[in-house]
Antibody, heavy 121, light 106 residues
Framework: EVQLVESGGGLVQPGGSLRLSCAAS????????MSWVRQAPGKELEWVSI???????YYADSVKGRFTISRDNSRNTLYLQMNSLRAEDTAVYYC???????????????WGQGTMVTVSS | IQLTQSPSSLSASVGDRVTITCRAS??????LAWYQQKPGKAPKLLIY???TLQSGVPSRFSGSASGTDFTLTISSLQPEDFATYYC?????????FGQGTRLEIK
């Protein structure tokens, strides 16, 4: 079954760091667009970051310089390294696979179940 | 690019026809997707490229576009359709989502 499973969430103090993982099954992470999307409690979805198959990366302004997206091809796993965490980073973090034709990104077609990150002292 | 969904919430009955609108603050071609999210669950892709139905999604869901206005239509509401719906633009970075439309049972 094609699926994504996130892990690594938890409680962290402001200014701390956390690394999220997203393990993929039945498809290859490095051959696809892969992204992180978050959702603060009771709020709307917010795109965080994306990595292309070729390695290019993009970030939301709210996390640029603090978060880093990466992947481990041997483990078929996507990561999100989160540094200098703030209370406003508290959210459920989802990883998602991007789909598209002829190199265009059309949508996020596969989503993980999400992992909760709470930033609080 | 800002996406504004309307209405923010909607009450409807089983069997009703429902339309949700998403307006983009500038042109995004047809680079728009629609998602359904139920409480405590991940979003589910319904429509991509403004009007293409994702495989496995019931045909009562449809999408259309006119300029910077996009619509999601559910032709005959089923009990499992009560959820929150989001639009997303994938035309340019940063990618953005609408604020969501909560569809409730009347």
């Amino acid at each position: 079954e094609v699926q994504l499973v996130e892990s690594g969430g938890g409680l962290v103090q402001p200014g701390g760091s956390l690394r999220l993982s997203c393990a993929a099954s039945e498809f290859t992470v490095s051959s696809n667009y892969m992204s992180w999307v978050r959702q603060a409690p009771g709020k709307e979805l917010e795109w965080v970051s994306i990595i292309y198959s070729g390695g290019s990366t993009y970030y939301a302004d709210s996390v640029k310089g603090r978060f880093t997206i990466s992947r481990d091809n041997s483990r078929n796993t996507l990561y999100l390294q989160m540094n200098s965490l703030r209370a406003e980073d508290t959210a459920v973090y989802y990883c998602a696979r991007g789909s598209g034709d002829y190199g265009d990104l059309n949508a996020f077609d596969i989503w993980g179940q999400g992992t909760m990150v709470t930033v609080s002292s | 690019i800002q996406l504004t969904q309307s209405p923010s919430s909607l009450s409807a009955s089983v069997g009703d026809r429902v339309t949700i609108t998403c307006r983009a603050s500038q042109g995004i071609s047809s680079s728009l997707a629609w998602y359904q999210q139920k409480p405590g669950k991940a979003p589910k892709l319904l429509i991509y490229a403004a009007s293409t139905l994702q495989s496995g999604v019931p045909s009562r869901f449809s999408g259309s576009a006119s300029g910077t206005d996009f619509t999601l239509t559910i032709s005959s509401l089923q009990p499992e359709d009560f959820a929150t719906y989001y639009c997303q633009q994938l035309n340019s970075y940063p990618l953005t989502f609408g604020q969501g439309t909560r569809l409730e049972i009347k």
